[in-house]
């Protein structure tokens, strides 16, 4: 998998083209408001074409009045590209109301003509059916254009559990069920599907916790997102107007951003959950409040429930936290040095600086080569008290009783979470993207690392580098320590240290050194500076 770093930057949207296609809302709860709310919390500046003004209440629907067919084709051809660099040009496309299959038609030929002028296409989805009061909002006749022929070019589409019922014409009776009814949108030529859960899924679940249920599936992969039920005026989960609006433009926006679906989607969840959290009493409604990437909290942050571990993960209450030994030193302590070492004579090497805490990483030695090492630097590790984390070799790790394990999230669906957990190992965790940083989150490791920073040599890479402001996100997602990694030297650390992150990784301006021992000495003096400031 490829993605961006987190890091949203306006430099991402000089080759992208946000269009958004809904109905105006007059009482600003939903709709195309709620669409610009959305589109500027990710600081994109996109393109509107009003399909419909309504007439409205945030209770009620008095009218509905659509566009005209001029109008409305006036509105798409003034939303055309002008950049003519068709094959750097990253078109996004977002539709909500629609409603009339005339509509659906002329969407369907603007499509065609954006992909015969060489346009890379991303289309998202949110199939308004029906109105928070209940009213019809989609002809019949509509929705059949719309599965038939316009499915085949979705992104992503966004129903809600009334929607993906009525459009599926099916009843859900549980949790499995929402499993199946994305396996059969994905049959419908859709490329991926998010059916949102809400309040509705309370009545699924007995077993909710507190938490909101959205499950997402593609052709490639597929998982429970789940995020805290917001309490506002002593109400938890209160009527709140133009969610899914809102959340399917986040997920457009992080697209037109550069990020994949699923980082778009968890970005989203989360500046949504933000939104919600600050959302104001109106009308008998509430309204969502401001969001933006500067201004949301730890507990906005959704969890990604993989099925890769399902002995581990199970229906967990997001409000206890069932995770691994923690470093288990005083806050005041930090920043760490973090040396990585492939062999166990480093630790004996590098003790005299009286490290807190190294790693063994090893890619050259399998088998009995590969158990002595580990078992030397375990031992050695003990002798100078140091914490050793062993990286990937968890069974080893734990036949040794090393302080920890270090997993990358290509290792999750092989390594036992719950046997690493009893063990009483700590686990540190590598995370690259929003959505490796939502399934990290779900599982409480020890800590969290970020990399690569800046750029590196060391290996082989899928992912850009993240930068410092990526590092900040992720200082406000997690409650346990950020490790900063890659690519950072000495003259670099005090860009890294402008974000706080309790420990610095380090691999090649130690290992590579003619004197790694007074090197370590170095750095040590530099972030000891650093915490004093």
Not at 101 to 111: D, E, H, L, P
Not at 254 to 283: E, F, H, M, P, Y
Not at 348 to 366: G, P, T, V, W
Request: net charge positive; with cysteine.
């Amino acid at each position: 998998m490829t993605s961006l770093h987190p890091n949203i930057d306006r430099e991402n949207l000089k080759n992208s083209h946000l269009i958004i296609i809904g109905a105006h809302d007059s009482s600003g709860g939903a709709g195309l408001v709620s669409d610009v709310k959305a589109a500027n919390a990710l600081k994109c500046d996109p393109k509107y074409v009003v399909t419909h003004v309504t007439a409205q209440t945030h209770n009620s629907v008095s009218d509905i009045f659509p566009v005209s067919e001029e109008s409305f084709e006036a509105q798409l051809n003034s939303a055309k590209p002008e950049n003519q660099d068709c094959k750097n040009l990253n078109v996004v496309l977002k539709l909500g109301m629609v409603g009339k299959k005339w509509m659906f038609k002329k969407i369907y030929s603007f499509i065609e003509f954006l992909e015969r002028e060489g346009f890379s296409l991303k289309l998202v989805i949110d199939p308004v059916l029906l109105s928070s009061s209940g009213k019809s909002l989609m002809e019949e006749e509509a929705l059949d254009f719309l599965k038939e022929f316009i499915f085949t070019k979705v992104t992503l589409l966004t129903p809600n559990l009334i929607e993906a019922e009525n459009i599926l014409k099916m009843k859900v009776r549980n949790l499995k069920d929402v499993e199946q009814m994305g396996e059969k949108f994905l049959s419908l030529g859709v490329e991926s599907v998010l059916i949102k859960g809400g309040h509705f899924f309370e009545r699924l679940s007995d077993d909710s916790n507190g938490v909101i249920y959205d499950y997402f599936c593609s052709l490639k992969r597929h998982y429970w997102l789940k995020a805290k039920k917001i309490k506002l005026n002593n109400e938890l989960n209160p009527k709140v107007r133009g969610t899914g609006c809102f959340l399917a433009t986040l997920v457009a926006s992080g697209l037109a951003q550069g990020l994949n679906t699923s980082d778009s989607l968890v970005i989203g969840r989360c500046l949504l959950n933000s939104s919600i959290r600050k959302s104001r009493s109106n009308g008998g409604a509430s309204i969502l409040g401001p969001t933006g990437l500067e201004s949301f909290r730890s507990s906005d942050f959704p969890i990604i429930e993989a099925f890769s571990n399902k002995e581990f993960y199970g229906k967990k209450d997001l409000t206890k936290k069932r995770g691994f030994k923690p470093l288990g030193d005083r806050p005041e302590s930090f920043p760490w040095l973090y040396p990585i070492v492939d062999r166990a004579n480093w630790i004996s090497r590098l003790a005299e600086n009286k490290l807190h805490i190294i790693q063994l990483r090893i890619k050259d030695l399998e088998g009995d080569a590969l158990e002595r090492e580990i078992e030397e630097a375990v031992y050695l590790s003990k002798t100078y008290n140091i914490k050793l984390f062993v990286n990937d070799y968890w069974e080893l790790a734990l036949k040794y009783k090393a302080y920890g394990v270090h997993l990358g999230q290509e290792d999750l669906s092989s390594a036992n979470l719950e046997r690493i957990r009893e063990g009483g190992l700590a686990l540190g965790l590598s995370s690259h993207s929003y959505e490796e940083g939502a399934i990290a989150k779900g599982i409480f490791p020890s800590y969290v690392a970020l990399g690569p920073i800046y750029f590196t040599k060391l290996k082989a890479m899928n992912f850009s580098p993240q930068g410092v402001s990526a590092l900040k996100t992720w200082k406000k997602i997690y409650d346990c320590p950020v490790v900063a990694i890659g690519g950072i030297n000495l003259e670099l650390l005090p860009e890294v240290m402008s974000a706080s992150p309790e420990i610095v990784s380090v691999v090649r301006d130690i290992t590579l050194s003619k004197k790694p021992t007074q090197r370590v000495k170095e750095w040590q003096k530099q972030l000891s500076a650093k915490s004093c400031m």
